[in-house]
């Protein structure tokens, strides 16, 4: 009895010698999990890359597409979860996205521009670089009785992919220093509030790193319009349109992001308002961080109001679609946080489109910067 009572007891021990290392072991597997997902597995996967203000729509019920709404997105890991809880503005890649990858172009110091078109070119590498203060020289043809109004073009066209209009035009002049073949030419912007749209781009990053794009970026064309309608889909459930926004009146004189004009305006932390300007722009800016090449446009120009909305041009080099995140919305239940959002408006071949006329130098700029991009 006492030999068994021993060998007994010695088993006891050999076991909880065994639990003891194999929960350790499980400790240690689940600290490696935490490190599987990083923001680089995101940043390797693609290239580091004016007032809107009308509203359509009715509040009706909206129609859910087959590609599914904001709540179809497939829930991350828990590490996943951890990564994108624990992210911060200092994890964001410095440069904005470059999803024409128009940093590899070369620029002599002060380059000379002879069309509106290679000026607003030059205005946005520039910005794609973080400079907001940059010099050249202009063609007599572009310049002569219409430099400020040639260099404030550019400033808009190129707010098309660079996405944050909240800026004040400090500097913008043109002076005639005895060359005769051009004119020397100077663009410095200030902008009202960065740390807004850092904000801005952190939630669009982390929404990235929530729902990863393929590695490698998008390929095939219905997997792309499938992404992107999931990003539709959570701009509109994320906030409403603002009544203030069907009165342009009440818009005059604030700040861009007072007048809900930013993409801050949907993405930032505790906002749940916005105008059509807003939309787009976070529509956007996600896109672009996931490697969409998608633009912002303002049209539908009146003289009491505009509107804003977007053109993606697809990954398979396809006719461009229009997008307008905005009327999608009027056209469901228009609540934060609804579930089903309305597509009438979602991937229209422009060619088709007629309700949406877009800014004549924003739309001959992308045109533009397009076709060169795809060569």
Known sequence: MERTQIGGNRILIILLILIISMSLSACTVGND????????????????????DTHSGSDSAGTQSESGSAD?????????????????????????????????KNYEDIPFLETQEQLSEYALWNLLYGRTEFEFRLSWDLSYG??????????????????????????LY?????????????????????????EARLEAFRYVVKNPPPEGGFSDYDEERQYARKIHDYVACKVTYDPMGYNPE?????????????AYNVLGENQDTAVCAAYARAFALICQYAGINCAWV???????????????????????VLVDVTWDDGQSIDTVGQTDVDDSYFYIPLSTEYEHEADENMAGFLQYINEAARG
């Open 72 to 104: 179809t997105l497939s829930e991350p890991d828990d590490a996943n979860a951890q990564t994108v809880t624990g992210l911060t503005v200092e994890d964001v890649p410095t440069l904005v996205p470059d999803v024409l990858n128009l940093r590899e």
């Open 33 to 52: 999990h935490e490190d599987i997902f990083t923001t680089s597995d995101i940043t390797d996967t693609h290239s580091e890359s004016g007032s809107a």
């Open 250 to 262: 009440l818009l005059l004189g604030m700040t861009r992001y007072d007048d809900l004009q930013e």
């Open 146 to 171: 219409l430099s400020q109004v040639a260099l404030s073009r550019a400033c808009e066209a190129a707010m098309s992919y660079y996405l944050f209009s909240s800026y004040q035009e400090w500097d």
């Open 298 to 320: 303002r049209g539908n120009e009146t003289e009491e109001s505009s509107h804003a909305w977007n053109v993606i041009y697809p990954c398979d080099g396809s006719e461009p």
């Open 174 to 198: 043109t002076k005639d220093d005895g060359d005769p073949d051009s004119i020397y030419g100077k663009i410095k912007l200030v902008y009202d509030a960065p740390e807004l749209d850092r």
